[in-house]
């Protein structure tokens, strides 16, 4: 998982890791439902109550009716809450009726969203948007029957703005695109407001400025675009440069929509198209990984031996999404993300390392994937992450791991030795006691010079590693430790609160790069 320094910030990444992210989308949708259906008492929304209550029922069945019948053919777990997100997604996006044409034309764009996750992927990933598909379809249909409706968009109203900007904030924490969305919603504003301008002025029509502003702040799609549709990461790339791209092509779009007959590419087809975008800057990856060995790390560490079904790519530091299929999974679904061990020269062989529960509570992914066998196949979604190596190798680095936190600086260095690449590096390693301290003979191998931070200080070091000092590391060990501390570019793999803890020295670093995570 992905942090940042604030402390503030993670305290509640690390409380948002509790949920999994289609619950915690679900929660957010309705939540903004349940407010809209409140203002529509007072007439403040365009729906009504009966209209937004009838269309949400209709998207909701159709949709988990779909799911669950091409689930069962092709024997996945149903997720209801997959369903449940995408039926909300669309009750903003379509107008809400309960005239019986009207509601066909809902039904029908409910049916083609859901159909596209199983039709529109390419080894095992979407390629474009479900609920995005499901609208640009109706309103291609509704050109030859318009009485069938269309995407209207009305989430884009003052009424909404405030929820809808709350409860996106929430889970652009939670899947750390605050900055991606923040950039496609600037874009899409300054250009919306430009297109504007230039219309008016063009027709000769006097307009008050402010007005044409607080319009398209408040009065525009553009946050629930960006907060629930384009920020999805299962038709994301995996690298952040990439995802600003498509932010800036669908922001373009979005904000001046180009006309294609009688349709434009505005709004849900400004997203598909940067869903082909995103798809063209990075072929997802989508492989099975058969469970090969087990073998512990220590008292509070296991590391998992798999062999790929096939090769694919990514790079040291980076981390895939393991999905582990089990019976009544809690509210964090069946889905973790997992640092890789194992350097790209290890392939088909991967390796990853999680913390053992030990006698404690479990969550049922925890308790389903120690149950895995040898021989157990589980799917791998996809690689993401940008916690990765500067290109520069006379770039000084330090590198800064508490306990199963080293994960991603064993693939870097195990990289580094494999190909011969020398580096300016220091780790400085935080575990309880030296013998628990992960993955020692690769830190060792790695002959990098390395500061361990340890309760009591260590009988005997090897050659070039040295102690930390007494007492819990903060801000001042850090730079007793590592006196150049302000010539290194930092990475920091730990729980939010050792980054919040070290964050004062770590600022006096050229660079800061944190992998935050939460448990599994």
């Known amino acids: 998982m992905r942090g940042s320094l604030s402390a503030t910030w993670n305290r509640a990444f690390a409380l948002l890791g509790r949920v999994s992210m289609y619950r915690l ?294 981390y895939l999404q393991l999905d582990v299929p089990h019976h009544r999974p809690d509210a964090r679904g069946t889905r973790r993300e997992f640092s890789l061990v194992s350097a790209p020269e290890d392939l088909p062989t991967v390796r990853i390392a999680f913390r053992d529960g030990g006698g404690g509570p479990q969550s049922t992914y925890k308790r389903a994937l120690a149950a895995t066998a040898p021989g157990d196949a589980l799917p791998v979604t996809g690689v993401w992450g940008d916690f990765v190596l500067p290109r520069r190798a006379d770039a000084p680095l330090l590198l800064v791991a508490a306990g199963i936190g080293i994960t991603p600086f064993v693939s870097q260095l195990r990289h580094l030795r494999r190909s011969g690449e020398r580096r300016d590096i220091v780790v400085v390693a935080v575990a309880p006691a030296l013998d628990e301290l992960p993955y020692r003979d690769e830190l060792e191998a790695a002959g990098v010079p390395v500061v361990v931070a340890t309760r009591a200080q260590p009988a005997t070091l090897p050659a070039g590693w040295t102690w930390a000092g007494p007492g819990r590391l903060d801000a001042a060990g850090l730079e007793r430790a590592v006196p150049d501390l302000s010539a290194r570019r930092a990475f920091v793999s730990g729980p939010p609160a050792l980054i919040a803890d070290l964050a004062p020295a770590l600022s006096r670093a050229r660079s800061l790069t944190t992998d935050a995570f939460s448990g599994y």
């Open 25 to 318: 989308v679900f929660l957010a949708l309705a939540a903004i439902a349940l407010v809209a259906l409140v203002l529509s008492f007072f007439q403040l929304v365009v729906p009504d109550p009966g209209e937004l209550l009838a269309t949400l029922a209709l998207l909701a069945v159709v949709i988990a009716a779909v799911d669950a019948a091409a689930q069962r053919i092709a024997r996945l777990p149903w997720r209801i809450e997959s369903s449940l997100i995408t039926a909300f997604i669309l009750l903003f996006v379509l107008r809400p009726t309960l005239e019986p044409l009207g509601l066909l034309g809902v039904a029908l764009a409910g049916a083609a969203a859901a159909v596209s996750k199983y039709v529109l992927v390419w080894r095992g990933r979407h390629i474009l948007n479900p609920a995005a598909f499901g609208a640009a379809l109706l309103t291609v249909v509704s050109i030859g029957a318009p009485d069938l409706g269309a995407s209207s968009w009305w989430v884009g109203t003052p009424a909404l703005a405030a929820p809808v900007l709350i409860a996106g904030l929430v889970v652009l924490m939670r899947t750390e695109k605050v900055r991606v969305v923040l950039l496609f919603w600037v874009v899409a504003t300054v250009v919306a407001l430009i297109r504007t301008f230039v219309q008016y002025q063009s027709l000769g029509i006097d307009i008050d400025p402010g007005m044409i502003v607080s319009q398209v702040l408040w009065a525009s799609p553009f946050l629930f675009l960006g907060a629930f549709m384009l920020s999805e990461p299962l038709t994301l790339p995996p690298r952040r440069w990439q995802q600003y791209v498509v932010a800036l092509v669908v922001g373009i779009l979005a904000g001046w929509p180009i006309p294609l007959g009688e349709i434009t590419l505005g709004q849900e087809r400004a997203l598909l198209i940067g869903n082909l975008v995103a798809f063209a800057l990075a072929v997802r990856v989508a492989v099975r990984l058969t469970l090969e060995a087990r073998r512990p790390l220590g008292p509070t560490a296991v590391e998992a031996t798999f062999r790929a079904s096939r090769r694919f790519r990514f790079q040291p530091g980076q």
